[in-house]
């Protein structure tokens, strides 16, 4: 076995480890992601937490085979949906996700040790294992990380500090940009991509790594790339093949037709590849600077494109001196402006599965330390969510409907709506829908064309995601559809683990079911996932909440009004703070089923009176919109605003309304003008209406039918505003509306600006008023205001 840079440091890991955490900082290349599980299980069983299961399999399978043993027998692992280790495994591999839940159910008490490697991704489910066993001090806890400050996650888990230089190769950095300031930039990246691919495969030896933001531009570079018969080029992110992934990580082919020269590789990556990962023969690393970050958004988690920090930079550098001299291409400026390090995900996205976990472990996320604060903010909004679900309780404490949600591996609001519903068949549906929806890759593409979308639609006629992710987990035909088999292959592994766990029928054999019943039961569980369609902006769906509009990839009816979003995508906006919202998901549903569901609010709408006496009409208005009406009789606390109607029309104490109006008017402004020594102005004093006072007084003389109002005058319902002696002189200095000769005008006071507008509203008169045929306003501005056009008044 070669030495590496770690080995240095093998005596003092072992001297340290019996009285100390340990945290150790290498680089890339140095070793460690191998070595210390090794070193480690010299001091008891040990659990290895690796951020990505691409990772996890690679390790577990390598140290096997450096051992001899069969995988599983001295060194194992364990990610979702495979396993293979024993109870007499020494060391695991797992990812976060599975530590968490086994850290739920037994405390990990069959593990000596804990290493969790790069620590530097900062991932929630790493923040918070690491703050839980931080906690419980059961373990004695390595952690690895590559960038990290060392010093201060050594002061925060009060461990030694071991240092290790990683590379022993030199790599030359090079900038591809105009100025030395410019940043990452996503425009013609794949173009720039390809030429200095061709310009490597020159200038340098050894394969080539590309770092790209995502899996759609990885597509893009491949199809960029594929005309070049020197190389070969080979994909690697999270959902690639084993296949794929082998390919990325072995040395290269040879090609037999050109004389036995291998052929020289280009694995176009995204950041999976920046660490722990072994890639041979890396000579040449091209960054785009660019990657694919949660933030928060105007509260949403949304994936945005963001530049990588300096940090990644570094890590993705010292791909290139692994095994030989090499180059780092960077297509952006020396000293772009990129942040130190990554901000963790914990400050980053929701929290509501961090706080379900953590509540689970028998550690409140609130009780916690970390390493880096948690936003408030996210704090409440997840407590809420949880509540709502009652997985929690009010002490923050795991409810026993809580303890069946965490260790289902789906979406908390997936595993609460599974776990909610009785009916065995429609249980077996939303078993189904949610392994489609549980899974990284979407499970299909429409059609492009549009006889294959019409064929698409007469086999699923109702435009549902819904039915259609269900038959596809199923196995029913899709032949215009195109299958990511990989992706299904996982989700009906999926729903295969999750019908043993609730005691369903498998997967071949599954139930038929009724969609509609299916949608009444979501929609009973969840409210809060219907969206009804705006009236003005129909591209556009609301549920109170949020907005979302319907992403590329739905066959929506156009017709419908109203539907279920299971699934959404946030994207960023137009607007600093602004973010969109891709409704990815969905199923039509009729605004039957959301009167049936009594959703939104009854509110009192016109006043209608015929033959049979008062009615007012109620509307049923959920996220802005009028879902239905209807006409019940004016009666009891119903009746005061159809009353106030009659009022304000004159059907009823013809004048009043008018009066009063300019009396609380009047007070407003004499209130505002400091002329009132006992009172100040107030948002509830502007605010105040007729309307508002009048139902006021109503329910002060207990007025609860119109035929009442007839024992009533006027100035039995005075208006208690400016004192009766000063209003006819404050009225008259301070008039609403003016009558000139040939011009009727309308008077607006801004108190603050002492700027008094005259409005036109009607009259022939073509010139604008004089000064003398107005009130003397003295110590005031007056401008005259007529359609665009204003005119100072002097």
């Not at 299916?518 to 219907?530: A, G, R, S």
Request: aromatic share 6%; with cysteine; net charge negative.
């Amino acid at each position: 076995m070669s030495l590496l840079p770690i080995d240095f440091y093998q005596n003092a890991f072992h001297d340290q480890i019996g009285s100390s955490h340990l945290v150790v900082e290498a680089e890339t290349g140095s070793g460690k992601s191998t070595r210390l599980p090794v070193w480690a299980s010299q001091h008891g069983r040990v659990l290895v937490v690796e951020p990505r299961r691409i990772a996890c399999t690679s390790l577990a399978k390598y140290l096997a085979q450096q051992s001899g043993e069969k995988l599983g027998s001295k060194v194992g692992y364990a990610i979702k949906l495979e396993s293979e280790y024993s109870e007499q495994t020494d060391v695991v591999f797992v990812t976060p996700g599975i530590a968490l839940r086994w850290l739920s159910e037994d405390g990990l008490a069959s593990f000596d040790v804990i290493v969790v490697d790069e620590f530097h991704e900062r991932r929630w489910d790493i923040d918070l294992l690491v703050a839980i066993l931080k906690q419980k001090a059961s373990h004695r806890l390595v952690i690895t990380s590559a960038t990290i400050e060392g010093e201060r996650l050594a002061h925060y888990l009060n461990a030694n500090r071991i240092s290790c230089e990683g590379r022993t190769y030199q790599v030359a950095i090079e900038n591809r940009a105009n100025e030395s300031r410019v940043l990452p930039d996503i425009r013609h990246l794949e173009q720039r991509i390809a030429e200095e691919v061709n310009h490597q495969l020159i200038a340098s030896r050894g394969d080539i790594l590309v770092f790209l933001p995502g899996k759609k531009e990885i597509v893009h570079c491949e199809q960029t790339l594929a005309k070049n018969p020197d190389i070969q080029v080979v994909k690697l992110h999270a959902s690639v093949s084993d296949k794929e992934r082998g390919l990325a990580l072995s040395g290269r082919n040879i090609d037999t037709k050109n004389d036995g020269d291998s052929l020289r590789k280009v694995i176009l990556a995204t950041n999976v590849a920046e660490t722990s990962l072994t890639i041979p023969d890396i000579g040449v690393v091209i960054d785009s600077g660019l990657e694919r970050r949660t933030v928060q958004r105007n509260g949403r988690t949304t994936l945005m494109l963001k530049s990588i920090s300096r940090a990644s930079a570094k890590q993705r550098a010292g791909r290139a001196g692994r095994v030989m001299d090499g180059v780092c291409v960077r297509l952006y400026g020396e000293h772009a402006a990129l942040e130190l390090v990554t901000p963790p995900e914990l400050q980053r996205e929701e929290l509501t599965e961090p706080m379900l976990a953590a509540a689970c472990c028998g550690a409140p996320l609130e009780s916690l330390s970390f390493l880096d604060p948690i936003p408030e903010k996210s704090l409440n909004s997840a407590t809420q969510t949880l509540l709502t679900m009652e997985a929690i309780n009010t002490d923050h404490q795991i409810t026993e409907h809580g303890k069946k949600l965490y260790p289902l591996p789906i979406d908390a609001l997936y595993a609460d709506i599974v776990t909610r519903i009785k009916n065995k068949a429609l249980k077996e549906a939303m078993v189904d829908l949610t392994a489609a929806l549980s899974v990284p890759a979407r499970l299909y593409q429409l059609p492009n064309n549009a006889d294959h979308l019409e064929a698409l639609a007469q086999q699923e006629k109702e435009g549902c995601d819904l039915s259609l992710l269900i038959q596809i987990v199923r196995g029913r035909d899709y032949p215009h559809l195109e299958i990511d088999q990989q992706a299904l292959n996982e989700a009906q592994g999926l729903a295969t683990q999750m019908r043993e766990v609730f005691e369903l029928p498998q997967l071949e054999v599954a139930s038929r079911f009724q969609r509609i019943e299916l949608l009444k039961t979501i929609v009973n569980l969840h409210p809060e996932l219907v969206f009804v369609r705006r009236l003005k902006r129909k591209e556009a769906f609301a549920n109170g909440m949020l907005e979302v509009v319907l992403g590329r990839q739905n066959r929506f009816p156009d017709n419908a009004q109203a539907m279920l979003v299971l699934d959404t995508h946030s994207l960023p906006g137009r607007g600093v703070k602004q973010t969109l919202i891709l409704a990815t998901t969905t199923a039509p549903i009729p605004l039957e089923l959301v009167v049936e569901a009594d959703l939104g609010e009854w509110q009192q709408s016109e006043t209608v009176v015929n033959d049979e006496g008062v009615f007012t009409e109620m509307a049923l208005v959920y996220a802005g919109r009028t879902i239905t009406t209807k006409l019940v009789a004016a009666e009891g606390p119903l009746s005061l605003k159809p009353i106030v109607d009659l009022v304000v029309s004159g059907a009823q104490l013809p004048g009043f309304a008018e009066a009063r109006t300019q009396e609380i008017k009047h007070w407003q402004l004499y209130v505002k003008l400091g002329l009132d020594e006992q009172t100040q102005f107030t948002p509830e004093i502007e605010q105040l209406s007729f309307e508002l006072w009048l139902i006021e007084q109503l329910e002060v003389l207990g007025v609860t039918d119109v035929s009442e109002l007839e024992m009533f005058e006027h100035n039995d319902i005075p208006f208690d505003g400016i004192p009766a002696w000063l209003y006819n002189e404050f009225s008259e200095k301070y008039p609403f509306s003016l009558c000139l000769a040939d011009l009727q005008l309308e008077v607006e006071y801004l108190t603050g600006r002492k700027l008094i507008y005259v409005h036109y509203q009607s009259g022939s008169r073509k010139l604008s008023p004089k000064r003398w045929e107005l009130p003397t306003w003295s110590g005031w501005r007056i401008q005259y205001k007529k359609a665009s056009r204003i005119i100072d008044i002097k």
